[in-house]
């Protein structure tokens, strides 16, 4: 390990957060991490940039593109731990959309198995909720799924 004050090397940010040293450097294209150069032009990583790319790895898995996960840590300070007020902000706008996703998600489970307002009219219940396919006049797409409903008609 790094003496404290020097950062981190690459090698030892892989190391700690199970990502390829590769997929570090993609991140850092991304500016999920900034790193800052030594005397010897080596990159330094800050330990604040292990929660960085924690937070990063996680988003993507969940389905964020990796413009917005960068988008959003970019409200962070740079070359300085983020503190926790700086964590909350930026975490404000995100909660938002998780919380979005998530209302999201359980109206697709419930509906998944019934009339979605797509225009296949191949369930029974698809003649009772969109009889004709009248959905499309709300637009393209399942649109009871995409929030319309049918009295929308």
Known sequence: MTRLGQGLTIGELADRTGLAVSAIRFYETHGIVRPVRN???HRRYG??????????????????????IGARLAA??????????????????????????????GELRDKLD???GCGCLSLETCALYNPDDRAQA????PRYLMGDAASDI
């Open 76 to 105: 962070l300070p740079d070359h300085r731990a983020p503190s926790r007020a700086d964590w909350t902000e930026m975490a404000g706008e995100f909660r938002d959309e998780i919380d979005n996703r998530i209302r999201r998600l």
């Open 47 to 68: 330990r604040a940039d292990i929660r960085r790319l924690s937070f990063a790895m996680i988003a993507q898995q969940l389905g964020f593109p990796l413009s917005e």
């Open 114 to 116: 019934g009339c979605i």
């Open 138 to 141: 709300l637009g393209k797409g």
């Open 39 to 41: 005397a010897g032009g």
